[in-house]
């Protein structure tokens, strides 16, 4: 079974643009999850969609917004990029809706750097 | 606010050695509690945890979890230097988030 594919692995754009990256879950998943990695805050969460919904949302500014097809797979946008956007960009998937009982599983993410 | 706190930050051993991560937390409403692997970029589950006092192992690799002290600690038995990577620790409360510390990096060396 597939895992979690992320494209592209890395990415370099300038400040003000806009970028988008992308997410296929592993094969009978239904929830993405997204989560930035930098060195200095660690992993933390962007947002889940199931179902095509967005069904949790993490402290992160409108600029930051994502998708989920019916397909399960998802995209996530970042617009008006900033230097501080330049993080390590990962996504999850699980079976189900993600709860405290469900394991999620990633992908090796999308090395984003905004010069 | 919810909060998870690894130690050490970083760890140089040498193979053979037997290493403790700690992880420490203060959320509302804990539900769960996961360690993942992250070797290049893509982190790999090794544990969850619900119940205090059950120790979860696989292989060199075991943890525990107190409900009661709020933390959980991670050993690896006979280190080998594919043990090398940065071990996160996350916790799920009831809004149902992952709630990542920034991770304890271990080097093992020959």
């Known amino acids: 079974k597939a895992g979690v594919t992320q494209t592209p692995r890395y990415l370099i754009k300038t400040r003000g643009q806009q970028v988008t990256l992308s997410c296929s879950p592993i094969s009978g998943h239904r929830s993405v999850s997204w989560y930035q990695q930098t060195p200095g805050q660690g992993l933390q969460f962007l947002f889940e969609y199931f179902s095509e919904t967005q069904r949790n949302k993490g402290n992160f500014p409108g600029r930051f917004s994502g998708r989920q097809f019916s397909n399960s797979r998802s995209e996530m946008n970042v617009s008006t990029l900033e230097l501080g956007d330049s993080a390590l960009y990962l996504c999850a998937s699980s079976p189900t809706r993600m709860t405290a009982k469900n394991i999620q599983y990633f992908g090796a993410g999308t090395r984003l750097s905004v010069l | 606010e919810d909060k998870v706190v690894q130690s050490p930050l970083s760890l140089v051993v040498h193979e053979g050695d037997t290493v403790t991560l700690n992880c420490s937390y203060e959320v509302t409403n804990f539900r769960s509690l996961l360690w993942y692997k992250q070797e290049k970029k893509a982190p790999t589950f090794l544990f969850m945890l619900t119940s205090s006092g059950i120790e979860k192992k696989s292989g060199r690799l075991s943890s525990i979890l107190d409900k009661k002290e709020l933390f959980s600690i991670l050993n690896i038995t006979a280190t080998q230097t594919g043990d090398s990577a940065v071990y996160l620790c996350?916790?799920?409360?009831?809004?149902?988030?992952?709630?990542f510390g920034t991770g304890t990096r271990l080097q093992v060396f020959p």
């Open positions: 996350a916790v799920c409360s009831d809004t149902d988030k992952l709630i």
